[in-house]
T-cell receptor, first 114, second 117 residues
């Protein structure tokens, strides 16, 4: 158990819908990362937050957005869902947002868009 | 942008034998970190080993060791005395040490390791 929690574990929804994935980082970690693992794109970085502010952005679609709240939990919002958005979405956390800081991964949320 | 390439989609190894997984990367940076992650059927991402680019000594963690060749931009993982529990997908990953880049990980496509009893 990495100490990072993600809810829900599984999510099935229809095209065009909107969903919210939630992540709670390890106690004491200030930085949160979101990654997407799909058959087509492999594992790719989406976005990073540090202490409530966006720190780095990857290949995140405009239909996707994220935020980190004052209690440091983070949410990833996916809207106008398409079949291709079906993937495993990982959240990871680290103590800091720079320098060497190991990232601890949550168990992931499996999203299926039908 | 940095890229990470794992040329072996799948490797098979006999229990107790040794297997080596290949990874090459492309970067113009001189300071960075390299990682190997294991993803078992549970899908959990588990850090196996890491290497700092400024260190010449190859990292070792129990039965796992790496061969880091900075000039060749190569970072292979050797699993010795393979066990059934080693069966998983293995991902090579790169992380820049540049502050502006944040801490994002760039992953290779993965290598599936099968362990035969």
């Amino acid at each position: 158990d990495s100490g990072v929690t993600q809810t829900p574990k599984h999510l099935i929804t229809a095209t065009g819908q909107r969903v919210t994935l939630r992540c709670s980082p390890r106690s004491g970690d200030l930085s949160v990362y979101w990654y997407q693992q799909s058959l087509d794109q492999g594992l790719q970085f989406l976005i990073q937050y540090y202490n409530g502010e966006e720190r780095a952005k990857g290949n995140i679609l405009e239909r996707f957005s994220a935020q980190q709240f004052p209690d440091l939990h983070s949410e990833l919002n996916l809207s106008s869902l398409e079949l291709g958005d079906s993937a495993l979405y990982f959240c990871a956390s680290s103590v800091t947002g720079q320098g060497y800081a190991e990232q601890y991964f949550g168990p992931g949320t499996r999203l299926t868009v039908t | 942008a940095q890229t990470v390439t794992q040329s072996q989609p799948e490797m098979s190894v006999q229990e107790a034998e040794t297997v080596t997984l290949s990874c090459t990367y492309d970067t113009s940076e001189s300071d960075y970190y390299l990682f190997w992650y294991k993803q078992p059927p549970s899908r959990q991402m588990i850090l196996v080993i890491r290497q700092e680019a400024y260190k010449q000594q190859n990292a070792t963690e129990n039965r796992f060791s790496v061969n880091f060749q900075k000039a060749a931009k190569s970072f292979s993982l050797k699993i010795s005395d393979s066990q059934l529990g080693d069966a998983a997908m293995y991902f090579c990953a790169y992380r820049s040490a540049t502050i502006a880049a944040g801490n994002k990980l760039t992953f290779g496509g993965g290598t599936r390791v099968l362990v035969k009893p």
